[in-house]
């Protein structure tokens, strides 16, 4: 490939064909033409994404596994399309209408994550020159820490794999009455063919392209509702009417969880992390990430709007969360033309979600994990074929996982976040940085973190009687995201105790081999001596004090009298001594207080 790859063309094409499809099925619905032709236009944005991966097919190393490379705009954009998968656009209003003010930290915390992944860690891995994320990891640290990584990847897109495929699968049962097991599959195998022609060249050309398609089809329907509570459309309005006041149903402990997952599991979601191995030649502009961040948080923010609008069209939140934006332009009864830009929207984010997992995950099964194991010096063209193989097993593994978990996307997707903080979030938000963690300590960190995730997640779904009498999980109980699992908390919210363990072993595995054993016993002598030597006398001064107490009169001791002091005794008179002169009669006593007090004086 020479130079970068331009969109332009092909996004004013897409754009146009959006516009011209729009006004077609507004006329019709006009005209009172049946609903069922309205029904395909959700098809016409598919098949610009589809289109546009089929133009992007390659057998070139730089483009299959790297990504080929794109300018400074259409990055921004595949930032915006690969960060708004169908799976945040439908749990962003859900936040907000359980959780309130806890919602909107949560989205927050999504879009920190964002932007932690494009900010701080694409410059490190971009540094590497290395073609995939594991790869990277093998540069900084070694090879057992790329063979990790490279699984730890692998067992974190897979579920989001199935869980945009999941939901794809229930938006079109709700919002199109097609099956959803079989819309599911058809996604999946879509995806797969996007992969096939372009890998994850294509998966960032579909994502640039879709962004705007996205992000128009997700707020118009809002904007047309908002016009109820605002005198002009505002996609925005549930940030300002009370769209936020609702009362929290989230446990500290949930949203703390939830936020180490999406801090962790967007900051370092390989997705995310395209434009790390592009080579380009020039140094990027910050319009990319100006671009993609924007995007992002312009639409991620109309989801109080969905949660206040929804409610007040009669949809329950607790009872049927995903209705927030599903079977949002049903309630509100709007016209045809929104109601399917809405449809198409959500499909094809699902869609280029599910190209973006399928194509990260086959790069690292092709450049990292074959050559790891099988054949070190394997040449780009069979990387490239190992890679192709793979995404064909992965999405029959996939499909597989979606089908065996009942299509449970909210639980999926928290499983695939969570492996994705648990085992790299450790490693690149933290060791990368500082140069004292040594390859033994990442490899640690990683495999404590995937393990404690992985077993959590595989005790609770396959043996939970077992794991419940046995291995300290306690009662299993289902909940929204997953049975729950080891601390109490649900397997979707793994992410919590493996992030904190893995980060405890990455400091340990780095810090106790450096350390001077000897000298810290001998400062353990020094400082238990001083403490009991300090112990002993402050012994002494207590028992010194007392004894100076007991001695020392108190305040309530009563005093004497001179009247009521006893009579001194008489001196004793030595033998052959004179007798003093006395009288012999005896003194008469003197008076005492009380007397005188009776008597009156005479």
Same mark, same amino acid.
């Given at each position: ?107 927050? /915390?999504? @879009? &920190? +994550?964002?932007?932690?992944? $494009? *900010? #701080?860690?694409? =410059? %490190?891995?971009?540094?590497?020159? !290395? ?33 945009? /495929?999941? @939901? &794809? +699968?229930?938006?079109?049962? $709700? *919002? #199109?009455?097609? =099956? %959803?097991?079989?819309?599911?599959? !058809? ?47 505002? =996609? ?92 949002f332009g049903e309630t509100a009864r709007l016209s045809a033309a929104p109601s399917v ?154 992410g919590l105790p493996g992030a904190v363990f893995g980060t405890l072993t990455l400091w ?95």
């Amino acid at each position: 490939m020479n130079g970068e790859t331009r969109l332009k063309a092909a996004a004013i094409g897409a754009g146009t064909a959006m516009l011209a499809g729009f006004g077609i099925v507004e006329a019709l619905d006009q005209f009172g033409a049946p609903a069922v032709l309205a029904a395909f236009f959700p098809l016409l944005p598919l098949a610009i994404v589809l289109i546009i991966a089929i133009s992007m097919r390659s057998l070139a190393f730089a483009d299959v596994i790297r990504g080929g490379a794109f300018g400074a705009t259409a990055n921004g954009w595949a930032l915006a399309g690969l960060t708004l998968g169908s799976l945040a656009l439908v749990a962003a209003p859900m936040a907000t209408a359980l959780g309130g003010g806890s919602g909107i930290v949560l989205i927050a /915390a999504f @879009l &920190a +994550g964002a932007a932690t992944a $494009r *900010m #701080l860690v694409v =410059p %490190a891995l971009r540094a590497t020159e !290395a073609p995939t994320l594991a790869a990277a990891l093998g540069v900084r640290f070694d090879g057992l820490v790329r063979a990790l990584a490279t699984l730890a990847i692998v067992l974190a897109l897979l579920p989001l794999l199935a869980a945009e /495929a999941s @939901l &794809a +699968g229930l938006v079109a049962s $709700r *919002m #199109l009455g097609l =099956p %959803a097991a079989a819309t599911r599959d !058809a996604l999946i195998i879509l995806a797969t063919l996007a992969c096939l022609f372009g890998g994850l060249r294509a998966a960032i050309a579909m994502a640039a392209i879709a962004a705007p398609i996205v992000a128009a089809g997700y707020l118009l329907p809002v904007a047309i509702v908002s016009l109820d509570v605002s005198p002009v459309p505002m =996609p925005w309005v549930g940030l300002f009417e009370g769209g936020l006041a609702a009362p929290t149903r989230f446990p500290g402990t949930i949203v703390l969880a939830l936020l180490v997952g999406l801090l962790g599991g967007i900051g370092t979601m390989p997705t995310l992390l395209m434009p790390a191995w592009a080579r380009q030649k020039r140094q990027r502009s910050a319009r990319a990430r100006i671009i993609g961040l924007t995007a992002t948080a312009a639409v991620l923010l109309a989801a109080p709007s969905y949660g206040l609008l929804a409610s007040r069209l009669g949809i329950d939140a607790a009872t049927n969360p995903a209705g927030l934006v599903v079977d949002f332009g049903e309630t509100a009864r709007l016209s045809a033309a929104p109601s399917v830009l809405l449809i198409g929207a959500l499909l094809t984010a699902a869609l280029v979600a599910a190209t973006a997992f399928l194509a990260n995950a086959a790069a690292a099964i092709g450049n990292d994990l074959y050559v790891i194991f099988v054949e070190p010096s394997a040449p780009e063209i069979r990387r490239i074929f190992i890679a192709r193989l793979g995404a064909i097993l992965l999405a029959a593994l996939a499909a597989g996982l979606a089908s065996v978990t009942a299509g449970d996307a909210a639980m999926l997707a928290a499983c695939g976040l969570s492996i994705a903080a648990a085992s790299l979030g450790p490693v690149l938000l933290i060791g990368w940085r500082i140069g004292t963690v040594t390859p033994a300590a990442a490899a640690a960190a990683i495999a404590v973190g995937l393990w404690l995730t992985v077993a959590d997640i595989a005790l609770a779904l396959l043996f939970p009687d077992v794991s419940g009498r046995f291995l300290a999980m306690g009662t299993i109980t289902p909940t929204v995201l997953g049975p729950t699992g080891w601390f109490g908390l649900p397997i979707g919210l793994s992410g919590l105790p493996g992030a904190v363990f893995g980060t405890l072993t990455l400091w340990a595995a780095s810090e106790l081999p450096r350390t001077d054993w000897p000298k810290v016993r001998r400062r353990l002598a020094a400082l238990s001596h001083s403490v009991v030597a300090t112990g002993r006398k402050m012994t002494a001064q207590a028992h010194s004090l007392s004894q100076s107490i007991k001695k020392t009169p108190s305040a309530t001791t009563p005093v004497l009298s001179a009247a009521s002091e006893p009579p001194s005794p008489a001196p004793a008179i030595e033998a052959g001594s004179a007798l003093p002169d006395a009288d012999p009669a005896p003194a008469s006593p003197a008076p005492s207080a009380e007397g005188t007090a009776d008597k009156p004086l005479s």
